[in-house]
Structure formats: C-alpha cells, structure tokens
C-alpha cells in the first residue's frame, strides 16, 4: 500500500504579491489581478492590507467621525474578492472583504480563528474630532482557505502550470464605503498576498516505502457561495436555491435591516429560526440557544463586533464537528448530504420593521473526478 500524501510534503511559501493604491472616492481594482505562482498543490492564500494615513488633521481639523469606520470595516476595504481555479471559474465570491473575514472566523480552519486576536495584524487607528493625524489607519490579515483538513490534505488542489494558473481578484472600497465621514483622507493602501503550498510529493520515504503522488480524491475543492435573499418583516419563508446539491459543510446566515445595520439585525433575528430540509426540521432554536452553542462549538462570547464575540446579526450552523469539539478538522461524517432538487427552507419571523436583507453563506464539497465522499470519509 501507497503511505499517504502528507508523508511526502512540506509547506512552503513562494513570491508575494505587492501593490499600494490611494483610497479614492471611487473604487479601484487592483491590477494586475494576481496569477499564482505554480508550485505543487495550494493550500491557502493569505492577504496583508494596510492602510496608512498621516496627515487627517491638516485635512479636516475639527470634522467629526473623521477616520470612523463603517459597521463593517475595516474589512468593508475591500469592496469585491473572487478566486477562481485553473479555468477560471469561481471557487470563492465574488464576496467582500467582511464575507472574507467571515468566512476566517466561522470556517473551522485554524487553531486561533478570529482575525482580531492578533493585534500586531489587526488595528483601526479612528478618531471623533479628527485629533489624530492617523485617524483612518487600519490593518487587517485574512486568508483564502482552499486544503479542507491539514490532516490528510483533502482539498488541497494541484498548482502546477504556469499558463493556467490560479488567480485573485480584489477590488478595493470607495472611501464613503469604508468611512462614516466622507473627509477622512484616504490613505496609502498596500496589498500583500501570499500563498501557502505544499511541494512536489517525494516518491518515496526514508524507508523506500512508496508514497501516494496527491492528496486523498485529488481535485475536490470547497467552495463558498453568498446568496442574498430580500424578506419583510414579519413571517419569512425562503427556499435556499444555492445551498444543495452538494455535501453542505457550513452555512452561515446574516440579518441586516432596511439600514443594512447588522447591529438591528441582531435584534430582530428570528425566534424561533426554523431550517428545514425536505420534511426534515434540522433546526429549530431562538438566539439564546443557538448562542449556547456557539460559545461552545468556538468559544466567541456575547453579540458584537470586537474580538472573540459572536458578530452582529449573524449565526451559524456548522456541519464539520465529529472529530473534535471545534468546527473543522473532521472526519466528513458530519456533512449535510444534500442532492440536486432537495428543497432547503428558512422560517421565522422578523421583528422591527420595513425590508431586510437575509445573506446566506454556504460552504460545499464537490469530490474530484470518479471519487465518492464515502472514499475519504474516515
């Protein structure tokens, strides 16, 4: 018997991708878009902003909010991300830079999820009378998540021509979208990206055993996809026509309000929420319970928007915990099996009042070719 893959591989980096742009009043794309290196099998692809400002006072003394960020910053940054595979299709997006940091948070792929833990990567420099010259900085690291589980490599994806290559693409934030006031100065944005790959497979190990040449069901791939769907206050019933046909790992759901606040969200969330599959009744839980179990499956603690809390407006329901307490590194026993043509409904009611935004965040595995989940799930 071949021994497996990981036997054979080591992590490596490669060259980054660098580009500064000022913030403007209107968005920018960052070109070139960034075609990965070729190197063996990709696993990640990290992405460093940082946004310097150092002369907010001189500009706009005495406005206030100057530097203030928006509900969603400083992710909200980024304005639109997509990753596409070798033929350029969408694994990821187009999503924004808060669906990305989402994602980071909730999708079970690190010991240390949420990416405001770390301070020297994360911080937002704001200022309500424009005192500081820096108000309006801000730094921010997110990762593109493309291996499912370190364990075995499943997920992580052949890089190997140059001519067909992986590539992102990131379109950066008008000012009146990252800032509550429109005076902050921009700032000089540098955008770093870095991808993390495992090498070519040794053939063998120090004992001359042979070893597998790719990872378990080579060319599966996890993709994530961001549907939103308009409700009204009052009784909610939607089909979610984005998240079956595929084994579901994750979906993640987001209330905003009229104001797009996630903040109101949280308030008028559904309580009862009732996920429904076929005739099935998955869930059927208020915000206090399905909180319980948050804090439990992750750790984050009460509603809000700073670090290690559960965010605003948004819970989540993962499906990738049957190997260990946390969300991710499982087995896949855990998956929601879903085929083409199951009906997936959401049901509640919605407080407050006047039209809301529900987004739904789903997160499936398509096997590689001639390969069955069954085969990788241990």
Known sequence: ???????????????????????????????????????????????????????????????????????????????????????????????????????????????QDDPEANTDLFSATTNATASSSASGSFSFMLRIPVELVPRDALGSLPNKSSSTPFKVKITLADIASIYNASTTVGGSCRVRMFSDSYWEPTKVDGSGNPIQGDPPAVNTTQYWNKTDYTVTAGSMSETLTNSTGFPVRHLGFILRDSNLSRLQGESDFPNPFVLQLQSNIMLNRGPKLWKRKITEDYGYGAAGDSTNQKDNGLYWQAYCKDFYPKPGWETRRGYLRTTDGMRLQMKGTITGSGVHTMTVLTNFVGMGPGTSLAQVTT
């Open 1 to 111: 018997m071949l021994r497996p893959f990981r036997i054979g591989v080591q992590n490596v980096d490669d060259d980054p991708y660098d580009i500064t742009k000022t913030l403007a009043a209107t968005a920018q794309a960052l070109t070139p878009q960034w075609e990965i290196p070729s190197t063996g099998y990709l696993n990640a692809i990290y992405i460093l902003v940082e946004n310097v400002v150092t002369s907010s006072t001189a500009t706009a003394t005495g406005t206030a909010g100057v530097g203030v960020l928006k509900e969603d910053g400083p992710y909200c940054a980024i304005a639109s991300i997509t990753f596409t595979d070798t033929n350029s299709s969408e694994i990821i997006g187009p999503i924004t830079g808060w669906d990305l940091y989402v994602i980071n948070k909730w999708g079970g792929y690190c010991f």
